[in-house]
């Protein structure tokens, strides 16, 4: 086996891995709100995001077979640079997931192909106007517009709905989010596993395994895809659920309803007018916009800053790290030693970071009885 | 740079998708409205509000499918 085979096998790899911590961590985008206001058991609730991301990867197979295509340059392109972004976006998503930080694992994922290829080709790599249009403008605009939509459905729902019982205001919206929440998992799942698929064709293409002109994922890419962002959702991220659900503010059916149905009506509309944003800030963004339109005091902003202040840091840090990686891998040439270090390191920090959580408690397969 | 922006489509989604959330609101809220009074009032034996208060929900319902397969139209057409 030649050493460029071992590099893709290494790269593909490296991808699910990221799949799966893209499951893992925005599970909770989904089903957060549904958990906290009791609308689905939590194991339910995941089981439930896990089926439908799995079904979602099937339902578009519009591969982002250039991710981060008119972002950087795609001629700079490598298996070492995929596999460089790859890294990148993993240990921002491990680390925001640690500190149980929502974040945007696409942009986790830009942001380290980006270094790589800033590491790469300098600075004539990135694609400034790209970057402004395809990250910078979505990612101010989505939780803003998603804020505002929540907040104005929050407030159409007491006005409907504020003098009914609450008993049967808070069973009827129970229900309503068990829609909202398979809807929210189902549109994950056809964003976020085509980013994976997308990820493995170009290293794929980027190998010459399959032809660059109009390359397709052959069907083990896309059924890897959808089961490794399933098994990620499946194992919830129990942490970043807890922040969405509970620690910004303890939210009723209603408010959760609104977060997830305003969230998904963003989402989608903004889907079908070619704008796709981030389902993190969206989502972030409406269950803000749920909570303060009710009583602005009962957000805690201090929260709400720290996952700001995390969403302006996926970018540079993913870079920073892609760009590391991709020095670190080159340190040792254009041959298999670097990637497979690289790989074995993240292995061990990973298991290392787990288990520390493991023994501290079921934190990966049982979700916390605050949640 | 910022002639890279598709400041039409930013446009669009400033007062569109307000309205797409807003729709899938009203929808759910009438089904819940609609079926809870509709309880009320049959446990009153008021049985023609009753029926039309069923029908609010029932209209709710349909709005509120309706939203769910525009969304679902919207995901497969991605392709």
């Known amino acids: 086996m030649d050493s460029e085979i071992i590099i893709l096998v290494i790269v593909v790899a490296t991808a699910l891995v990221f799949d799966f911590t893209n499951g893992f961590h925005d599970a909770a985008n989904a089903v957060a709100t549904s958990i906290s206001t009791r609308a689905l058991a939590p194991k339910t609730a995941v089981g439930l995001s896990a089926v439908l991301n799995f079904a979602g990867a099937f339902i578009s197979l519009e591969v982002a077979a250039t991710v981060a295509s008119g972002i950087v340059e795609a001629k700079l392109i490598t298996t070492t640079v995929i596999f460089a972004g790859l890294i990148g976006a993993i240990l921002w ?214 996952i700001a202040i995390a969403w302006i840091l996926t970018l540079p840090a993913a870079a920073l790290v892609g760009a590391a990686t991709y020095g670190i891998s080159r340190i040792f040439g254009t041959g298999v030693v670097g990637p497979l270090l690289i790989s074995l390191s993240l292995l061990m920090l990973m298991a290392a970071l787990f288990g520390k959580r493991v023994r501290r408690g079921p934190a990966m397969t049982t979700a916390p009885a605050d949640v | 740079m910022i002639g890279a922006v598709d400041v039409d489509a930013l446009i669009e989604l400033a007062w569109a998708a307000p309205l797409a959330a807003l729709t899938v609101t009203i929808a759910w809220a009438l089904v819940v409205y609609g079926a809870g009074r509709a309880a009320d009032a049959n446990r009153d034996g008021r049985r023609l509000i009753a029926t039309l208060r069923l029908a609010v929900a029932a209209a709710g319902v349909v709005l509120f499918t309706a939203a769910i397969v525009v969304g679902l139209i919207v995901m497969t057409s991605k392709g």
């Open chain 1, 93 to 306: 998503n491990v680390l925001t997931w640690y500190f149980g930080l929502p974040s945007s694992s696409s942009h986790a994922l830009i942001g380290g192909v980006v270094g790589a290829a800033f590491a790469a080709g300098g600075t004539d790599a990135v694609l400034g106007q790209g970057l402004l249009e395809k990250v910078m403008v979505p990612a101010v605009v989505a939780p803003i517009v998603a804020f505002l939509a929540a907040a104005l459905c929050i407030l159409v729902t007491y006005r409907i709905v504020g003098r009914l019982r609450p008993g049967l205001v808070n069973s009827g919206y129970r229900v309503g989010q068990i829609a909202s929440a398979s809807l929210l998992s189902l549109s994950h799942g056809t964003n976020d596993a085509q980013k994976t698929m997308g990820v493995i064709t170009l290293a794929l293409v980027a190998h010459g395994t399959l032809d660059g002109a109009d390359a397709e994922p052959p069907t083990w890419v896309i059924v890897s895809a959808a089961a490794a962002i399933a098994l990620g959702t499946y194992s919830g991220g129990w942490r970043i659920i807890r922040t969405l659900g509970t620690r910004i503010y303890k939210m009723d059916p209603a408010q959760g309803f609104a977060a997830q149905g305003g969230g998904a009506a963003v989402l989608l509309t903004a889907s079908h007018l070619g704008f796709p944003l981030s389902t993190t800030h969206s989502i972030t963004g409406a269950v803000l916009g749920a909570g303060a339109a009710r009583r602005l005091s009962a957000v805690r902003w201090g929260l709400a800053g720290n």
